[in-house]
């Protein structure tokens, strides 16, 4: 169980207030998605939906970077 989940409406991390998902989720994600890349990114895209309806201030371009971009 992490402490890293986000810390809505802001989407930071609970665990050390960085932009969610923090390096270390990102890590944590990774790890438990090992054999799974495909749904970790749908996941992931689902969470770019949710955070362009909280974040609206924020360009996609850097919403999109920060969920799906790591992913490579």
Known sequence: MTTRGPVLPIWSCGGCDA??????????LRAEFDDA????????????????EDLTWVPAGALHRRFLGWLR
């Open 19 to 28: 932009p969610w998902p923090c390096r270390t989720r990102q890590r944590e």
């Open 37 to 52: 890349p495909i749904p970790l990114a749908l996941d992931l895209g689902a969470q770019l939906v949710r955070v362009t």
